[in-house]
């Protein structure tokens, strides 16, 4: 096995994986890419074994997404680690929505007040017409990211759309329901 060094190798290398799910080549990319993505990861914190599961991840993120690979718009060291840094803040998003009660668990012992709870229900109400009024394709992610707490890339991957769609139908969704919220329509 050569050893990878020119940025015109890894381009080609990740082309051939792209274009023929080349395993020779995903083979060397792996040989290349997972050490520098282990030690990418342990340097932005978190342990040794989540640094590797990060970086075992953002290869077969690599193998899949191969084919969106555009060489024309950058070099492959970009596009591996712009693919690694957004499996590392979705990993980080996914934490993040973990149960907020041992957080603050000072308030789980306070009940609800009444009127705010009136409040809520109206504006739960509310929310749910407005979120039926939602064209479909735009209700679908917002479903997908906020009730059922998936990642965007998961969201991707699910719908079979770019990333870039997915974040634009929550953007446009997201606009309407405050707008409606505050207009109180």
Avoid: C
């Avoid at 990060?54 to 077969?60: I, N, P, R």
């Avoid at 009136?118 to 906020?146: C, D, K, N, T």
């Amino acid at each position: 096995m050569s050893q990878v060094e020119t940025p015109e190798q890894l381009a080609a290398l990740l082309w051939a994986v792209g274009q023929h799910r080349d395993r020779g080549a995903f083979a060397r990319l792996f040989a290349y890419y997972a050490p520098r993505l282990k030690a990418y990861f342990l340097r932005l914190g978190g342990s040794a074994a989540l640094a590797e599961d990060l970086a075992q991840e953002a290869m077969l993120h690599l193998w899949r997404k191969a084919p969106q690979f555009d060489p024309a718009r950058g070099n492959a060291s970009a596009w591996v680690f712009t693919l690694a840094r957004n499996l590392r803040l979705d990993a980080l998003r996914r934490d993040r929505l973990g149960p907020a009660s041992d957080e603050m668990p000072h308030l789980a012992d306070e009940g609800p007040d009444p009127e705010a709870q009136a409040i809520s229900g109206q504006a739960g109400a509310q929310l749910r017409q407005v979120l039926h009024e939602l064209p479909e394709p735009q209700r679908q992610v917002v479903l997908l990211a906020y009730f059922d707490n998936r990642p965007h890339s998961a969201i991707e991957r699910e719908l079979g759309i770019p990333l870039g769609t997915v974040k634009g139908r929550l953007r446009l969704a997201l606009a309407r329901l405050r707008a409606a919220m505050e207009t109180g329509a």
